[in-house]
Structures are given as structure tokens and as C-alpha cells.
């Protein structure tokens, strides 16, 4: 079991601002600009845009983040995503680390993965969406439904998604060439 509870409300998130501080005490340590920091967080990227300073920098306020940018930033503090929340067994532990990553290589949520997943156990516990949804604070049934299609997702909601499926947030990301 990855989590020590099942609870996908707002208490048991993702904190982005703890985030934030991981990687402002990162770049203390190493003596960074916020830049530099960026341009690092970004260097995987050979192709679309970087991620912006104040994408970063606005972690400290933000309730909700791009997903994939929140994904590179990790990969950078070599951090999982299940280590900045509360109530989970063992974050370092082999089955949440992501692959090991190559040049022109980034981290994506793979959203149809996620998408399958909360079907699955939708129908083995013959819930509806509605009551997928009353299961998963800040979700609508409209919201999980559209996930089917792919796209992006936001931090730390997905992270709801995780944990509600009690599957490492490694499960629902892929290696993407860019």
C-alpha cells in the first residue's frame, strides 16, 4: 500500500508551497539565481517553451499547478511527488521513483493512464462518476469523464487521483521526446 489512508481531500494534498521551499532551498545551497535555477529545471527541453521564473517563483501562493512543469521540477530535486504529502508510507521507496531521464527527455503525466485507472475502480466498486466524484474532493464528474480525452492536470488535485487509487504517481507518467 502506498498510503497510509485512502483520504482524498484537501488536508491529505500536495503541497506546492513545500515545494517551493524544496527548491528555494536547493538553489540557496548551490548559490543559484532563480534563472539559473530555471533554466536547469527547463534544460531537458529541446524543443517548446521553458518553463518561466515566476512559474516557479509563484509556487510559494499558487493553489494549483501545471502539472507537467510540477513533474520537471521534481525531477530536478530528485524528489517524488508522494514526498511533499502528508500520510505516505515510505516516499523514496522504489515504486514511486520515475525512469531516469536522457537529453530531450521530460516527464509527462500520461492522463489517459490516469483516466483508466479511476474506471477501473470506478466500475469494481459500481460506483457512478457522481459518486467517484463526492469521493474526491474538487472533482466533478464532468472533470474525471474528461480525462478520457488526455490533456494536462494540475497539481495537487491529481494527486487526489493517486492516492484515491492508492497507486504511486510513477503509474501515470511516461518518458516523452521533446
Do not use: C
Request: without cysteine; positive net charge; aromatic residues 8%.
Amino acid at each position: 500500500m502506498a498510503f497510509s489512508e485512502r483520504s482524498a481531500s484537501p488536508g491529505s494534498d500536495f503541497a506546492l508551497a513545500s515545494l517551493y521551499a524544496a527548491i528555494d532551498a536547493q538553489r540557496r545551497a548551490r548559490n543559484l539565481s532563480w534563472t539559473a535555477v530555471t533554466a536547469e529545471v527547463s534544460g531537458r527541453r529541446t524543443r517548446l517553451r521553458p518553463i518561466a521564473v515566476s512559474t516557479i517563483r509563484g509556487l510559494e501562493n499558487k493553489r494549483v499547478g501545471e502539472g507537467d512543469g510540477i513533474l520537471q521540477m521534481l525531477v530536478w530535486l530528485r524528489r517524488t511527488p508522494e514526498s511533499f504529502m502528508p500520510g505516505v508510507v515510505d516516499p523514496r521507496s522504489p515504486q514511486f521513483l520515475e525512469p531516469t531521464l536522457a537529453r530531450g527527455e521530460i516527464l509527462r503525466w500520461d492522463t489517459r493512464a490516469l483516466y483508466d485507472a479511476l474506471d477501473a475502480q470506478r466500475r469494481e466498486r459500481q460506483l457512478t462518476w457522481a459518486a467517484t466524484a463526492a469521493e474526491i474532493a474538487g472533482f466533478t464528474p464532468n472533470m474525471l469523464t474528461r480525462m478520457a480525452r488526455g490533456g494536462r492536470v494540475g497539481f495537487p488535485h491529481v494527486m487526489r487521483l493517486v492516492r484515491w487509487l492508492n497507486q504511486p504517481a510513477a503509474s501515470f507518467t511516461r518518458v516523452a521526446r521533446w
